[in-house]
RNA sequence: GCCACUGUAGCUCAGCGGCAGAGCGGCUGAUUCGUAAUCAGCAGGUCGGGGGUUCAAAUCCCUCCAGUGGCUCCA
């Protein structure tokens, strides 16, 4: 009989059973409450099945679906189902991995096209297989074995090749069905009735890797089906939230088929847009930028200066004229290196920030593209910095302050990215490490949470990105510091030292709202198109309640007018009730009925968005009110 | 760009080989109304474009365009 071992447990409680119990009885013997809730348990950090044996002595813990690593375990588990429901509808389809991702899981299989009637068949297959509680039964095997047992699929035994040689090759076996994996699993297949597919998809091959294109199926597993459903109503209440619906419904945009990817906007769009660029441009103007204005089209040999003609020519709209080819911008930078350059430059010109809003144009593949935050026309909230060594410290902490402040006036969430040298880059390595490092030590030192994402930088310099999540949890990049050590080189640019000398300065790119039309995509659905009163496109509108107060309530109108209010006035054709639905539709901030009663005061009574009471108020509180909410860019009326 | 799916009135959608429909919106008229839909009438369509099959095509086939979901890429 070998040693019992000892466990402590999360609440700090140890306990002495026999070598060998099973992970799911020693739960059980801690806390029977929190074992009932358990998919699997973590040993000393590493994840088991609730029927493995503990491995000795250490700390043990449950995993739940509430913890990540449980969650990724059913994920797992429920990839494995589709995997076997799917070898079952389709015999000769070779599965491949089946990993969890951040909302639920994906499949890829080497298979035929698939059609949707084959998603149905794997859906019953699933059913089928929940409802007979197939257990997963896991299997430790040599290499040998484990090659035999996979050999007519490729995928597998590369997988097993490629296994490090320390490691126990292990098998899961759920009916008939045994797939190569680590593990560990929930118990039995009845731990997955919420199990929801997604969809599916050709995935393309790696260029050049000559790999067979693989078919791959998305869904997302919860551990009950009241969690399920739970999930799929927030699914469809974000797609009441899609920007492209709204954007359409509030008639803030169009689009046509003749220029895709080239968002028109219309009249209430375009109010919100320029009330976005004053905020910008306010601040701008604080900070010491100056705005330029740089041409929309330049000859190749300036995008051969800057890079892009060998990096980024892919992406661009190309044209030819004068025997020459011209190139729309994608970006505003070679346009504020040469203005940099168009006369000498001194040391204490610096910082000098060059601003810019100007259209720019990137040939986006065609499947990409994707309502206002994906599009092939747009415009950035742009500026360059021109700046010596010493001062890329304080000019970047203005910038995250300056984010810090833009993004939590629209009360979004926003993460930060460290982006590193990608495969394909500009320079010398040293230049580029000094450049990561520079920014490393800035967010450290700012006390700034980041990801890092290596590969994922500028062809030009690292950056940090700033993502923001649409309302299906989609992650969109909107601001970006970029800090770029050649393309000031390659321009040749120059300005003279206090030592007399010339020197090449250091330039930061800069975005932070990204583009004005991802941002207002982003901004609508995080909003529910509720903008906030200064963004609204009609702030206020008025409801005389019959013909009545008509007089009265142009008079109102012409007072708010002058105050410089987006306000619209009703006829009284239609019912009360009914302007007061059309107003709440159109996600009015304000809402103003004046009837006899308001007349007879000189009141108004004023429904605000997002409430049904109505408020009464004179009319100087009124206007005083807008001021107050218009003036400080509140984020409610 | 790749794979799959979708495209019918301004919008949301039904019709799926045999006379192009509904609701909302629009217009006209009546109603003058107190905080989310007053009533009636009318107009509105080469069924995404082109080609084919068929006695007959919105419907079946081919192709192009666009959109959607993924992949790849990206502000």
Redesign the pocket.
């Known amino acids: 009989m070998p040693d019992p071992v000892r466990l402590t447990f999360p609440d700090g409680r140890s306990l002495e059973v026999p070598a060998g119990t099973t992970v799911a009885d020693c739960l059980v013997r801690w806390d029977p409450a929190r074992a009932a809730a358990a998919l699997a348990g973590s040993w000393d950090g590493r994840a088991l099945d609730l029927a493995s044996p503990v491995p000795g002595s250490g700390h043990l813990a449950p995993l739940s679906f509430d913890d990540r690593a449980g969650r990724e375990i059913l994920q797992h588990s429920s990839a494995h189902l589709v995997a076997k429901a799917l070898t079952e509808a389709i015999p000769g389809a070779l599965p491949t991995h089946g990993p969890p991702t951040e909302e639920g899981f994906f499949y890829d299989f080497e298979v035929r096209?698939?059609?949707?009637e084959d998603l149905d068949q794997v859906r019953s297959g699933m059913r089928r297989s929940v409802a007979a509680r197939e257990p997963f039964r896991r299997k430790e095997v040599s290499r040998a074995e484990a090659e035999r047992l996979f050999a007519g699929n490729p995928h597998k035994l590369r997988y097993i090749r490629e296994a490090p040689a320390d490691e126990a090759i292990s098998y899961y076996e759920t009916g008939a069905f045994i797939d190569l994996c680590r593990g560990p699993h929930v118990p039995d297949t009845g731990w997955l009735q919420g199990v929801h597919l997604?969809?599916?998809?050709?995935?393309?091959p790696e260029?050049g890797s000559g790999a067979p294109?693989l078919?791959?199926i998305?869904g997302v597993g919860f551990p009950t089906e009241a969690g399920l459903r739970e999930y799929l109503k927030l699914r469809s209440e974000a797609e009441a939230r899609?920007h492209?619906?709204l954007g359409?419904?509030l008639e803030l945009i169009a689009?046509f088929?003749e220029a895709?990817?080239f968002p028109a906007l219309l009249p209430k769009g375009i109010t919100v847009v320029r009330e976005l660029e004053r905020f910008v441009r306010e601040h701008l103007k604080d900070a010491g930028y100056a705005e330029i204005r740089t041409p929309l089209m330049w000859a190749q040999s300036v995008y051969e200066t800057s890079g892009h003609w060998s990096h980024y020519r892919e992406?661009m709209f190309l044209t030819e004229a004068d025997d020459r080819m011209w190139g729309w911008k994608p970006m505003n930078c070679p346009g504020s290196m040469l203005i940099f350059k168009s006369r000498a430059r001194s040391y204490r010109e610096l910082p000098l920030r060059y601003a810019e809003f100007a259209p720019l144009h990137?040939y986006?593949?065609?499947?990409?593209?994707?309502?206002l935050?994906?599009?092939?026309e747009?415009v950035?909230d742009d500026a360059h910095l021109f700046v010596t060594e010493a001062q890329i410290e304080p000019e970047i902490k203005k910038l995250l302050a300056w984010i810090a402040r833009a993004f939590s006036t629209f009360r979004l969430q926003w993460s930060y990215e460290l982006s590193t040298r990608?495969a394909e880059f500009l320079g010398e390595r040293e230049a580029w490490d000094r450049a990561e490092a520079t920014l490393e030590r800035i967010l450290r030192e700012t006390g700034i949470e980041y990801r890092v994402s290596p590969g994922?930088g500028?062809f030009y310099g690292p950056k940090i990105?700033i993502h923001v999540r649409d309302s299906?949890g989609?992650p969109?990049?909107?601001?970006?510091i970029q800090l770029d050590y050649q393309i000031p080189a390659r321009f040749e640019l120059k300005y003279q030292g206090p030592d007399g000398t010339l020197h090449t300065p250091i330039v930061i790119h800069r975005?932070i709202l990204?583009?004005f039309?991802?941002f207002l995509g982003v901004l609508l659905e995080h909003t529910g198109g509720r903008l906030p009163p200064w963004l609204a496109p009609v702030q206020l509108r008025i409801l005389p309640?019959?013909?009545?107060q008509a007089e009265a309530a142009r008079g109102l109108e012409e007072e708010l007018l002058a105050d410089g209010v987006r306000v619209e006035r009703t006829?009284?054709?239609?019912?009360?009730?009914?302007r007061?639905?059309s107003a709440?539709?159109e996600r009015i901030p304000y809402?103003v009925?004046?009837?006899?009663?308001?007349?007879a005061q000189n009141g108004t009574?004023v429904?605000i968005r997002g409430t049904?009471?109505?408020l009464a108020l004179s009319r100087a509180e009124l206007r005083q009110r807008l001021r107050d909410k218009i003036g400080s860019r509140a984020f409610e009326p």
Do not use: C
């Open positions: 096209p698939l059609t949707p997604l969809g599916f998809s050709a995935i393309t260029a294109p078919q791959r998305r899609d492209r619906t359409q419904k689009f088929d895709p990817g992406n990137r986006e593949p065609s499947g990409t593209l994707h309502g935050t994906r599009v092939r747009f950035q990608p994922e500028a990105d299906l989609r969109w990049q909107l601001g970006t975005v990204g583009s039309e991802r309640v019959t013909e009545q006829g009284t054709e239609e019912s009360l009730s009914k007061v639905r709440e539709i809402v009925v004046i009837g006899e009663k308001e007349v009574s429904r049904k009471e109505s």
